[in-house]
């Protein structure tokens, strides 16, 4: 409890110290751009289209972090203290993150992106007890939704360019439309019969409602899920009767449960592969394709595909 309360003491300083910064309209006229802060890399990256060169788009959850246990550091919460705009996912993903996201808001526009998503094709995992899905850019078509709640908050805060954030966001719109047609295309390669996705946790129910695919993760929705012998022999068991060819590891998820997934499907008589690693709670490292929405989802379809039809290069 003390630590605790020590914790939220340093956060309570560092938020007023912070907002002691000036944050005032920035003057494009003299180089000042938005200071903006995002907490995931598909966030970060959408703020980067969308704003171009009259922002400064700060992410906090880095490659290979998993945002579920994720907990601001002193220096992201004066970031977030200094910052214009804030983004987040919403929906429970950046869990940790709650309170202090709250408390910021009080002071500075925050904005849940996924609140422009039509609940209704929302999913709703059992296991979440009422709460939605958060993972929805897996279906490029709703993730598509979010980009004109940051093209209308980005316009909110800095009216005067607003004309380029609806550019920006029109061309990136557009290529969003051409990614959606290609995992699409990749899809088809593969037999409706061999559409089943087994990962490390359940993130990809929207990817499996948008494309046509059956969804296994060995943990649930969210990776806090606690796995159990039982649950690994269940997984191993499915994988051996459907004789399913490819398993996926997860880049921000340890690996070793899936091995012992591997492990038991081979004593059940049946050998199942790792079929490579996806990028799912968080994208690839900055400067990279797969640092980017666009090239990182073009990587997973192309990796699960190349997998299930046994294709050995990309």
């Not at 180089?31 to 907490?39: E, F, Q, S, Y």
Request: charged share 25%; proline share 3%.
């Amino acid at each position: 409890m003390q630590r605790i309360y020590i914790s939220v003491c340093l956060i309570g300083i560092l938020i007023w110290s912070s907002g002691c910064d000036l944050k005032g309209q920035p003057d494009a006229a003299t180089g000042d751009k938005l200071r903006v802060v995002a907490t995931i890399g598909m966030i970060t990256d959408v703020v980067k289209n969308v704003g171009g060169t009259r922002v400064e788009v700060t992410g906090m959850v880095a490659p290979g972090v998993d945002p579920h246990f994720y907990n601001p550091t002193p220096k992201d919460v004066q970031r977030l203290g200094s910052a214009h705009i804030i983004f987040y996912n919403g929906l429970y993903l950046e869990a940790k993150m709650t309170d202090i996201l709250a408390k910021m808001s009080e002071d500075t526009l925050t904005v849940a992106v996924t609140d422009a998503v039509d609940r209704r094709l929302l999913l709703t995992p059992a296991e979440f007890e009422g709460l939605y899905d958060p993972h929805v850019w897996f279906d490029v078509k709703l993730w598509m939704q979010t980009v004109g709640k940051i093209r209308d908050a980005l316009s909110e805060f800095d009216a005067d360019n607003t004309a380029l954030y609806r550019s920006n966001a029109e061309r990136y719109l557009t290529e969003l439309k051409e990614l959606d047609a290609y995992v699409k295309s990749q899809v088809e390669r593969v037999p409706s019969e061999q559409r089943v996705l087994v990962t490390a946790h359940d993130c990809f129910n929207y990817f499996g409602e948008a494309y046509g695919f059956e969804v296994r993760g060995l943990q649930g929705v969210s990776t806090a899920t606690e796995v159990g012998i039982a649950d690994v022999q269940e997984l191993a068991t499915f994988i051996a009767e459907r004789r399913i060819s490819a398993i996926f590891v997860e880049s921000s998820v340890s690996s070793r449960s899936l091995e012992a997934v591997k492990a038991a499907v081979k004593s059940k008589g049946f050998d199942v592969k790792i079929g490579g690693v996806l990028f799912t709670d968080a994208m690839g490292n900055e400067g990279t394709p797969e640092g980017t929405y666009i090239w990182m989802t073009r990587y997973n379809i192309n990796t699960i595909v190349h997998a299930l039809i046994g294709e050995s290069e990309l």
